[in-house]
């Protein structure tokens, strides 16, 4: 039975990891220090005798007796409104975290995948985004300290592949949404979803002109299930193309939960991205992967998620 760390496992993402590495027979170890995440996202994973969760902050050294086959770095702060209320946690766990952890990798004789993210190409001059755009990123931006960040964690994993032979996967994630991402986390998709639900004005940054392509969660874990499995050390981009203008987003949100909520404008963040969208021709070729589920069906299903939550507050 492989036994796999995964860093950042209380948060949206790294919990629904856990739970397909579970279930494809491993024993999962879920490192965590609450900063953005939750123990409540693992609390059903907990009486699994597989299934440990250690609070731990990853920038310090990382201890983890035993053997370890797979190490996935999720750990980081992700939504835009975290990231500026935390940067330099976010620049440590970017650039010191994936240290420790690529340190463990090493010593365990483990393979590693970093969550890296489309953030890389800052605000692209290429469109869609291939794996080999370099990206048009201000190092000294407000999201520079998360695009920087993981710029630099890239360049360290290759380090480490190059020169301590580790065997590293390298996953650019694109915008993804579902279950277990945090109500209040400030990204478009839980605010647009939990303002219609509460009949409050949708709030579009800017004329809304600007685009992002959304993957749901399962489609994002089936793509990084594949590519740790895989032989691929270069980045491989994993999101959905379909790409939407974040006002024509808004409409369909209004559209899908029948909201009596207004459309409102507000100032547009600085370093905004005008433009996202995956290529995701290398995924389909090295992993045979393309995202399955429409944006309708994920979006009913978050929507749900989020109604659930509501009520037990
Ligand atoms: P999240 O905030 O829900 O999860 C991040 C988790 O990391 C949280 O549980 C947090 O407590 C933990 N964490 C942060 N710093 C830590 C530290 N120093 N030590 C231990 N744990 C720490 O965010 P998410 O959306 O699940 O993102 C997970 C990963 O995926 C991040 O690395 C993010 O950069 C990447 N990513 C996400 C998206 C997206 O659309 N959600 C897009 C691109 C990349
Ligand atoms: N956005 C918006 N209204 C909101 C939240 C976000 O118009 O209430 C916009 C934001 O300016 C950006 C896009 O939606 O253009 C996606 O924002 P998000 O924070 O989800 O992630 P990003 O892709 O910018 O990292």
Redesign the pocket.
């Known amino acids: 039975m492989p036994r796999t760390l995964v860093t950042g496992g209380a948060g949206f993402i790294g919990s629904n990891l856990c739970e397909r590495l579970l279930h494809e027979g491993h024993n999962v170890i879920c490192m965590d220090n609450f900063i953005t995440g939750r123990p409540d996202n693992v609390a059903h994973l907990i009486g699994d005798d597989r299934f440990e969760l250690i609070e731990h902050d990853v920038t310090n050294y990382v201890y983890v007796p035993g053997e370890l086959d797979y190490i996935l770095h999720f750990a980081s702060p992700a939504?835009?409104?975290d990231y500026l209320q935390l940067p330099i946690q976010t620049l440590k766990v970017g650039a010191l975290g994936t240290h420790k952890t690529l340190g463990l990798a090493k010593a365990k004789g483990a393979r590693f995948l970093l969550a890296s993210t489309s953030?890389v190409y800052g605000d692209p001059l290429e469109h869609p985004q291939s794996e080999t755009y370099w990206g048009n990123v201000n190092p000294i931006g407000v999201r520079g300290v998360y695009d920087e960040a993981k710029r630099f964690a890239e360049a360290m994993t290759m380090a480490y592949n190059r020169y301590h032979g580790v065997e590293t996967r390298i996953v650019r994630i694109f915008?993804t949404y579902g279950p277990r991402m945090r109500a209040s986390d400030?990204?478009?998709?839980s605010?647009?979803i939990n303002?219609a639900l509460r009949g409050d004005d949708?709030?579009?940054?800017?004329d809304?002109s600007?685009t992002?392509s959304f993957q749901y969660i399962d489609d994002l874990v089936e793509g990084v299930y594949r590519l740790l499995l895989s032989d691929e050390v270069d980045p491989v981009n994993i999101g959905n193309p379909g790409e939407t203008s974040?006002l024509e987003f808004?409409e369909e949100i209004v559209a899908m939960t029948d909201t009596s909520s207004k459309i409102v404008f507000?100032e547009?963040?600085k370093d905004?991205?005008k433009v996202?969208q995956p290529n995701i021709a290398k995924a389909k070729d090295v992993l045979g992967w393309e995202p399955r589920v429409p944006r309708e069906e994920g979006l009913r299903l978050t929507t749900e998620y989020f109604r659930g939550i509501a009520e037990l507050v």
């Open positions: 939504s835009p409104i953030e915008n400030g990204r478009v998709v605010n647009f303002q949708i709030t579009v940054y800017g809304g600007q992002r974040i808004a507000k547009l963040p905004d991205p996202r």
